[in-house]
């Protein structure tokens, strides 16, 4: 990230950090008390009153709240010790007018392992010694749930192609309802869930193959960045990545020899013998890891261009 820095003193530990969520992410409410509580922070004040701006340690502000209008920022010179914090989850597909953002903020957290707070949709951690584990019952090979659907993008695409040689039932938007209640129930009876991405960006590996495959013991076939970015964060034995495959033809090939192969398919579950999945935390974790980003010590920091970082520093790796 391009950025100037110059050391300033770190906050005391007994200083209690204000975060100011300058508006609701997507209008979602949460509580602003629990840092402590659930999450081990203490001296973390979250707070949505506007009163507090001078004050606030720290601003949060999420992007696509205020994409379309750069009056909806703060409008107010920014206090000398203060953090504008620049929060996105989304791919360049969803987000737009970056270049609203220009010398305005001072650090960022996002999906991106480079950004000032990684925030990933989630994780690996180890176990504590070997897990012992039991596959749900698997009745049926292949899901996809999807929401949105965009057309000429690659996922799309590649769904066209790939059900043209091994059957995929598809839930949620025009396709079959699919509550959330249901939702692993369901796709825990599948082998093999379509965890693909709407983009080709780096580090963007979202829910998908997080809690929607992972979480309910499917094995995700990812399409999305590289096989190389995966690795980053989960073993390379732990999915199917399309790029292995010359075609949507030959992957349906393989999925359906995995059928058929009870002890080689397994293997894509031995990584949950010394790991666990870690998700969630809802967006009140991501306020209050802002607090514990400052309390490690904060910096002097300028961010001349967000977009120059995000965009023309997204290359995935190949």
């Not at 203490?42 to 696509?64: K, Q």
């Not at 000398?80 to 620049?86: D, G, R």
């Not at 690659?154 to 309802?177: F, N, P, S």
Request: with cysteine; proline share 5%; aromatic share 16%.
């Amino acid at each position: 990230m391009e950025s100037q820095e110059t050391k300033i003193s770190p906050l005391h530990k007994e200083d209690e950090i204000v975060v100011l969520v300058w508006l609701w992410p997507f209008g979602d409410h949460f509580p602003l008390n629990t840092c402590l509580v659930e999450f081990g922070i203490s001296g973390c004040h979250l707070t949505v009153d506007r009163n507090l701006y001078d004050v606030a340690n720290a601003v949060v502000i999420h992007h696509v709240d205020v994409m379309y209008d750069k009056k909806s920022l703060p409008q107010q010179p920014r206090p000398h010790f203060q953090h504008w914090v620049w929060f996105n989850m989304e791919p360049p597909l969803i987000i737009k007018n970056l270049d609203l953002l220009d010398d305005l903020f001072n650090r960022t957290m996002t999906f991106r392992q480079d950004s000032d707070i990684f925030r990933p949709y989630g994780q690996l951690v180890p176990s504590k010694g070997s897990q012992n584990y039991t596959i749900p019952t698997k009745s049926k090979l292949v899901s996809w749930v999807v929401s949105k659907w965009y057309p000429g993008v690659r996922r799309t695409e590649y769904y066209e192609e790939l059900k043209k040689y091994v059957h995929i039932d598809v839930y949620g938007g025009k396709h079959q309802k699919l509550s959330s209640d249901d939702f692993h129930s369901t796709i825990s009876q599948y082998k093999f869930y379509l965890a693909f991405e709407n983009s080709i960006f780096k580090d963007y590996i979202t829910e998908k193959l997080w809690s929607n495959a992972f979480g309910s013991w499917a094995v995700p076939v990812v399409l999305g960045t590289s096989r190389k970015n995966y690795e980053r964060f989960v073993p390379g034995d732990a999915f199917i990545h399309v790029d292995d495959f010359s075609s949507p033809k030959e992957l349906a090939s393989y999925l359906l020899e995995l059928d058929k192969n009870d002890e080689k398919y397994r293997k894509y579950f031995n990584w949950r013998s010394h790991y666990e999945i870690k998700v969630g935390g809802g967006w009140q974790l991501n306020y209050c890891k802002v607090c514990e980003s400052l309390r490690n010590g904060p910096h002097y920091q300028v961010i001349p261009s967000i977009s120059k970082w995000f965009l023309n520093n997204s290359a995935f790796f190949s």
